[in-house]
C-alpha cells in the first residue's frame, strides 16, 4: 500500500460559499475519495490541525505528501515546513497542486521565488502531454482540456525541472509547465497546476488519473532514517 498524506489549508472552502458549494466537505476530502483505491491508503492533515497534522509520526508514515494551499501559506510554522523539507529529502515524495506554487515548502525546497503571472476568467486550458512515455502521463491521451481555469504564465521562476510532463496552453494565449517533476536528494516532486477553487477541477478524470499516477512515481524507492554525513573507515586496505 502506497501511503498519502492530503493536506490542505482548508480555508476557502469555510470562507465561500462558492468554493464550498464545489467542495462541500473540503478539496482535501475531494482528493482523498477519487485517490483511496486497492494500492492507495489515504489520510487528511489541514493546518487548523495540532503541529497541522504534519507531526514527526504522520510524516514517517506518509509515502506521498499532497499539498493544497493558497491564502494562508504565511500561517505554516517554519518548524513544520523544515519538518516537511527533511522527510522528503530523506524520500518521501510530494505533490504540489496549483497554488501551492507559492506555499513555504515548494520555495524551500525550489529555492527560487516561484512566481509565475495569472488571470482568473475562467479561460479554457488545453493541457498537452508532452512527455507520453513518463509514467505520470499513463492513460492521458495527446491533450485533454479544461474549460474553466485560472490562468497561469511563463515565466515560472523555478528551476530546471528535471522533466516536464504536461504544458498547459490557454485561450487567452498564455503558455505555462503545467506539470513538472524535480528531485531532491531521495525525494521526488511533482508540481502540477490546475486545481483553482473556484472550478471543480478534482472532479476531472485526467486530473484525477494524472494525480493518481503521480502518487505511484513519487513513493518513495528509498528511504533513508536520518540526513546524516558519517565519517567512514576506508573500504580496501590493501595498500596500507
Ligand atoms: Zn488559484
Redesign the pocket.
Known amino acids: 500500500m502506497i501511503k498519502v498524506t492530503v493536506w490542505n489549508e482548508y480555508a476557502h472552502e469555510k470562507e465561500s460559499e462558492k468554493v464550498a458549494s464545489i467542495y462541500p466537505r473540503g478539496i482535501h476530502n475531494a482528493i482523498a475519495d477519487f485517490l483511496r483505491c486497492d494500492d492507495i491508503e489515504v489520510r487528511t492533515a489541514t493546518l487548523d490541525d495540532p503541529e497541522c497534522g504534519l507531526t514527526e509520526d504522520v510524516l514517517n508514515d506518509t509515502d506521498v505528501l499532497i499539498w493544497w494551499g ?1 491564502i494562508r501559506h504565511g500561517d505554516v510554522p517554519d518548524n513544520v515546513v523544515n519538518r516537511v523539507r527533511k522527510s522528503v529529502l530523506k524520500g518521501m515524495g510530494l505533490i504540489v497542486l ?2 501551492g506554487h507559492h506555499s513555504k515548502i515548494f520555495r524551500a525546497l525550489m529555492g527560487t521565488s516561484c512566481n509565475l503571472s ?1 488571470r ?1 476568467d475562467g479561460d479554457l486550458e488545453r493541457i498537452w502531454t508532452i512527455n507520453p512515455a513518463h509514467p505520470i502521463a499513463k492513460g492521458i491521451g495527446r491533450y485533454f482540456e479544461l474549460d474553466g481555469v ?1 490562468t497561469y504564465a511563463e515565466p515560472f521562476g523555478i528551476p530546471e525541472p528535471d522533466e516536464v510532463v504536461f504544458m498547459g496552453w490557454y485561450e487567452g494565449g498564455e503558455l505555462f509547465r503545467s506539470g513538472c517533476t524535480f528531485h531532491r536528494e531521495n525525494g521526488r516532486i511533482f508540481y502540477f497546476q490546475p ?3 473556484t472550478f471543480p477541477i478534482f472532479y476531472n478524470e485526467n486530473v484525477q488519473t494524472i494525480i493518481r499516477n503521480a502518487v505511484r512515481w513519487a513513493a518513495p524507492v528509498l528511504r533513508i532514517p536520518e540526513l546524516d554525513c558519517p565519517n567512514v573507515q576506508r573500504v580496501h586496505n590493501v595498500n596500507k
Open positions: 493558497h496549483h497554488s495569472w482568473e485560472e486545481g483553482h477553487e
